[in-house]
């Protein structure tokens, strides 16, 4: 839809203030950005939902910032109960999941407070925690691991918190938990399923004895499922253990081949490190017939498949078109492609550092894509 003169007039005055201040870069953006914040003031939406607008917009500015010299490296998110005390049996196994996500190449990232947190962050050390605070009145103290950080980032509010928690993460661990853990977890679940964000690791651990998630997999199974509120492939969006151990290797695995992927037009991309065999791409085609439009799956260079990107071009693309609704079988999918017989042996496989440069997440979710609102990762990027 074109802009209205008044609209297009303002505009060009805030492109080219941006362009006296010497600002290049996503200029158009930016000015967009301005653009909307005079619109905002000409709305007359009163002070308390401009004070809301500033805040949240700054808390946003200065995450991403923050985050900004670390997007290089894979990150996972840990949420569990902050009344975890430190002799508690899944006390003990988050410091054993932070530590071996931590040696495995992984940065953890918490809420920062007591309890589950702090241990996440007491295995993981200080330099590969992530602190992502939020301010309340009762029960949320910084832990003593990330306190005084640079990496620790205040928030007001929660819908801010989350974007980055999601936003900024490769893997979702939820230990045992109240209120917080569960919501975190089911909005995870939901983008997740929905499309609207890319898939990747949900992880449900609990200390051996513990049977937290196998009572509330029956819960899923028994009132979601067996109603047809949820399929039975949405279960499969998430893995449940008491190792540690178990639950970072399950992360490493579902990053062993896959590493991302992005839509152009029609066409979904699978970026992947080892192509499927003749044999194996038929095999796939005939077992996901039904999420692939028109059945047919080609393997296409970056070249091919990307035209004018320059993401891990090294890397072969797995081409077809997504029906955009089976987002539990895309993720079959992409298990299926994480233990391809072809596949060399799997290694360590730590996320490397610095892969696809500092400047942007080997994820690719450093960016909003621009269809169908916000989103963390879909169409367009």
Same mark, same amino acid.
């Given at each position: 839809m074109p802009m209205r003169p008044a609209d297009h007039a303002v505009f060009e @005055?805030?492109?080219?203030? /941006? $362009?006296? /201040?010497g600002i290049d870069n996503d200029r158009e953006i930016a000015a967009e950005m301005m653009q909307s914040i005079i619109k905002l003031v000409h709305d007359d939406p009163g002070r308390g939902e401009m004070k809301l607008m500033m805040r949240s917009f700054k808390e946003l500015r200065y995450a991403f910032k923050i985050f900004k010299p670390y997007r290089g490296r894979r990150k996972i998110s840990m949420f569990g109960s902050a009344r975890t005390a430190p002799d508690n049996s899944n006390y003990i196994s988050a410091v054993e999941f932070g530590r071996l996500s931590a040696q495995a190449g992984f940065m953890v990232i918490t809420g920062a407070g007591g309890g589950i947190m702090a241990a996440g962050h007491e295995g993981a050390g200080i330099a590969s925690s992530f602190g992502v605070?939020?301010?309340l009145p009762f029960e949320q103290r910084t832990n003593a691991v990330i306190e005084g950080d640079q990496k620790l980032i205040h928030f007001r509010y929660f819908f801010s918190r989350k974007l980055v928690f999601v936003k900024e993460t490769h893997a979702i661990v939820l230990y045992p938990g109240g209120f917080g853990t569960h919501d975190e977890g089911f909005e995870v679940l939901t983008l997740v399923q929905t499309g609207r964000c890319d898939p990747l690791p949900i992880v449900l651990i609990a200390a051996k004895g513990d049977d937290y998630w196998q009572a509330w997999d029956q819960f899923v199974r028994r009132q979601l499922m067996a109603d047809g509120l949820i399929s039975p492939e949405d279960t499969g969006l998430y893995f449940i253990t008491d190792d540690p151990r178990a639950g970072v290797e399950h992360i490493q695995r579902f990053y062993r081949n896959y590493h991302s992927l992005?839509?152009? @037009? !029609? !066409?979904?991309? /699978? $970026?992947i490190r080892h192509?499927?065999?003749? +044999? #194996?791409l038929a095999a796939l085609c005939d077992e996901f017939a039904d999420i692939i439009v028109g059945g047919t799956m080609l393997v296409r260079s970056s070249i091919e498949a990307d035209m004018d990107t320059a993401l891990v071009p090294e890397m072969p693309r797995l081409m077809f078109r997504f029906d955009r609704r089976s987002l539990a079988r895309l993720r079959l999918l992409i298990d299926r492609l994480n233990t391809l017989p072809s596949l060399p042996p799997m290694e360590? #496989? +730590?996320? $490397?550092?610095? #892969? %696809?440069?500092? #400047? %942007?997440? !080997? $994820?690719? %979710?450093g960016h909003i894509a621009e269809e169908e609102g916000i989103k963390l990762a879909g169409p367009g990027i």
């Open positions: @005055k805030c492109t080219g203030f /941006l $362009r006296e /201040l605070a939020i301010r992005r839509y152009i @037009k !029609d !066409d979904l991309i /699978l $970026r192509a499927p065999t003749p +044999a #194996e360590s #496989e +730590a996320p $490397r550092s610095g #892969e %696809v440069g500092a #400047e %942007v997440s !080997d $994820r690719n %979710v």
